[in-house]
T-cell receptor, first 118, second 110 residues
Framework: EAGVVQSPRYKIIEKKQPVAFWCNPI?????LYWYRQNLGQGPELLIR????????DSQLPKDRFSAERLKGVDSTLKIQPAELGDSAVYLC????????????????FGEGSRLTVL | GEDVEQSLFLSVREGDSSVINCTYT??????LYWYKQEPGAGLQLLTY?????DMKQDQRLTVLLNKKDKHLSLRIADTQTGDSAIYFC??????????FGQGTTLQVKP
């Protein structure tokens, strides 16, 4: 079974430029997350989708960040314009919350997209 | 708000036991997790425990939960060099939103 796929793995841009990250979750997973992980820190939630609906975007800096999950499968996270402080690893994760039986809440993470803003 | 704290660094000798500690503030946390992150990789779930349990053992891993003190620990028996990584504690009140600690770097010396 394929895991969560993210691209690009690495991106270096100058400040004020736009950047976009793409995520393909595990097949059948209805819930998708974008996390940001700063150097030496744990991941922090940016946005959570249930199918195509953003159910928690309280931590997303909406002045420059946007996300979408068309058709409830793949998702993109965009930053425009990027700032120096946006340098981080952007992690996508998915899980299934719609299946039968107890849900342990395990998140499956992609390898992340490392952004460097110069 | 919810907060999860971990010590930043732990160094052990190969073959010794490692104990990584975590404290959290939300007493309503229902699921508590330990994730492992190797360099350049995403996070991988190691184990989890429900809030109605005190202990869970899974091969070399033992998780202890003290709900009164809001303290979670991960013990790795017979630590190997391949266990060197960053370990994250995470908690959730309901399945959906995980709050992560800042991670503990485990260094295993041969």
């Amino acid at each position: 079974e394929a895991g969560v796929v993210q691209s690009p793995r690495y991106k270096i841009i100058e400040k004020k430029q736009p950047v976009a990250f793409w995520c393909n979750p595990i097949s059948g997973h209805n819930t998708l997350y974008w996390y940001r992980q700063n150097l030496g820190q744990g991941p922090e939630l940016l946005i959570r989708y249930e199918n195509e609906e953003a159910v928690d975007d309280s931590q997303l800096p909406k002045d420059r960040f946007s996300a979408e999950r068309l058709k409830g499968v793949d998702s993109t996270l965009k930053i425009q314009p990027a700032e120096l402080g946006d340098s981080a690893v952007y992690l996508c994760a998915s899980t299934s919350t719609s299946g039968a039986g107890p849900n342990t809440g395990e998140l499956f993470f992609g390898e992340g997209s490392r952004l460097t803003v110069l | 708000g919810e907060d999860v704290e971990q010590s930043l660094f732990l160094s052990v000798r190969e073959g010794d036991s490692s104990v990584i500690n975590c404290t959290y503030t939300d007493s309503s946390s229902t699921y508590l997790y330990w994730y492992k992150q190797e360099p350049g990789a995403g996070l991988q779930l190691l184990t989890y425990i429900f809030s109605n349990m005190d202990m869970k053992q899974d091969q070399r891993l033992t998780v202890l939960l003290n709900k009164k003190d809001k303290h979670l620990s991960l013990r790795i028996a017979d630590t190997q060099t391949g266990d060197s990584a960053i370990y994250f504690c995470a908690v959730t009140r309901f399945t959906g939103k995980l709050i992560f600690g800042q991670g503990t770097t485990l260094q295993v010396k041969p």
